[in-house]
């Protein structure tokens, strides 16, 4: 079970802002639901040796 992560921001025009905006996510709610919403997408994804791109 995870019980924390590390989050980064991106800018508004999609670039990564600088490394002192990461922050560690400790909140057991939030955690739960980051990493069910990271299995769900997972579960759903194509294997890497099967993607083809067109």
Partial sequence: METSFW???FSGDGEL???DDKELIT?????KLCASAFEAVCE??????????I
């Fill in 17 to 19: 802002t600088p490394q």
């Fill in 44 to 53: 759903r994804a194509i294997p890497h040796e099967e993607y083809r791109p």
């Fill in 27 to 31: 909140d057991p709610a939030v955690v």
């Fill in 7 to 9: 989050s980064t921001t």
